[in-house]
């Protein structure tokens, strides 16, 4: 699994703090630690920066390629940042995160990632948001983003769809359309663009104690449709210890042969079932429980897990 470390978010406190106090140990302590725990590359959510874009975007490039050599991938709104950013990489190729299928984002970013020999993650969204259905998602690729990128000559082995993990607190539906997402894109072009998504977004606005389990268990089910690329939290030893048991179909114990079966009842186009789960091991009924809420058979509430 090529895993994009999630870590350096605006979003985050401590990372808002470093920003204001360029605190350049910060990031480079961060950098370091998710690049040790197995992360491939870096994603820098640093927002839209509209007023120091053009002092921050080069700092922290210079600041993080100082102590690593994975490619950077810059998540912002802000083209201009993006581009003043990308003037500054010399190590990996980089990447953008992300262009749409909107019209004014898809006419500029594209051109951006081509001028910079950078990689384009391209979301399947178009103007009137986020379509609910797998089949729409594909659309969007087929008809939108993969076209754009053939008529200005982009490489489609630089391009990276993503078709967009939704939370499963308010958009429980859209859990199982996007495993089918992933699952269609691989088939949906030759040769196939690669295929990412944002792992954590499935536990957004869940009780904290809750979140670790919801994204390993949909990280076994995105890995059974062939997912192999993700943006995700590479400190998160159970999150990567599933996906280490996954790939080397560690079966050596109860919860792991568990996710392994979940992951080949996915790979199979088939539903986990109880015959797979011991109901007694209160580890393998939580796992169950949340697949349940995944696949969209049993609604979702904080507490599900007591239910």
Same mark, same amino acid.
């Given at each position: 699994m090529y895993i994009i470390g999630e870590n350096i978010h605006i979003i985050s406190d401590k990372v808002k703090a470093a920003l204001r106090e360029k605190d350049a140990k910060f990031f480079q302590d961060l950098a370091v630690k998710q690049a040790e725990a197995g992360a491939q590359a870096l994603d820098l959510n640093l927002g839209p920066r509209k007023k120091d874009w053009d002092k921050v975007f080069p700092w922290m490039v210079e600041t993080v390629e100082a102590v690593i050599d994975l490619p950077i991938s810059f998540?912002?709104? +802000?083209? @201009?940042?993006?581009?003043?950013? /990308?003037?500054? =990489?010399?190590?990996?190729?980089?990447?953008? +995160?992300?262009?749409?299928?909107? &019209?004014?984002? /898809?006419?500029? =970013?594209?051109?951006?990632?081509?001028?910079?020999?950078?990689? /384009?993650?391209?979301?399947?969204?178009?103007?009137?948001?986020?379509?609910?259905?797998?089949?729409?998602?594909?659309?969007?690729? /087929?008809?939108? @983003?993969?076209?754009?990128?053939?008529?200005?000559?982009? &490489?489609?082995? +630089? @391009?990276?769809?993503?078709? @967009? =993990?939704?939370? =499963?607190?308010g958009c429980q539906e859209y859990c199982p359309e996007c495993l089918e997402a992933v699952r269609t894109l691989q088939y949906a072009w030759d040769?196939?663009?690669s295929i990412s998504v944002g792992l954590s977004n499935v536990s957004n606005a869940v009780p904290h104690e809750n979140r670790g389990l919801i994204n390993q268990v949909y990280c076994a089910m995105l890995m059974g449709t062939g997912l192999k690329m993700m943006i995700a939290d590479p400190l998160d030893k159970e999150l990567m210890e599933t996906i280490r048991v996954i790939e080397d179909r560690d079966e050596s114990t109860p919860v792991g042969n568990l996710y392994i079966k979940i992951h080949d009842r996915i790979e199979a186009m088939e539903e986990p079932t109880l015959d797979d789960v011991d109901m007694a091991d209160p580890e393998q009924a939580a796992i169950w429980k949340t697949v349940q809420i995944l696949l969209n058979k049993v609604i979702y509430a904080d507490s599900y897990l007591e239910q």
């Open positions: 998540d912002s709104t +802000n083209l @201009l940042g993006i581009e003043a950013g /990308l003037k500054k =990489v010399t190590k990996a190729q980089a990447i953008i +995160n992300s262009t749409s299928a909107e &019209p004014e984002r /898809l006419e500029k =970013v594209p051109l951006l990632a081509k001028e910079y020999d950078a990689r /384009l993650i391209a979301l399947t969204m178009g103007k009137s948001g986020i379509p609910v259905g797998a089949d729409e998602r594909v659309t969007i690729a /087929l008809e939108k @983003l993969i076209p754009r990128a053939l008529e200005i000559d982009y &490489p489609i082995e +630089n @391009l990276i769809i993503d078709p @967009l =993990v939704l939370t =499963v607190s040769p196939p663009p």
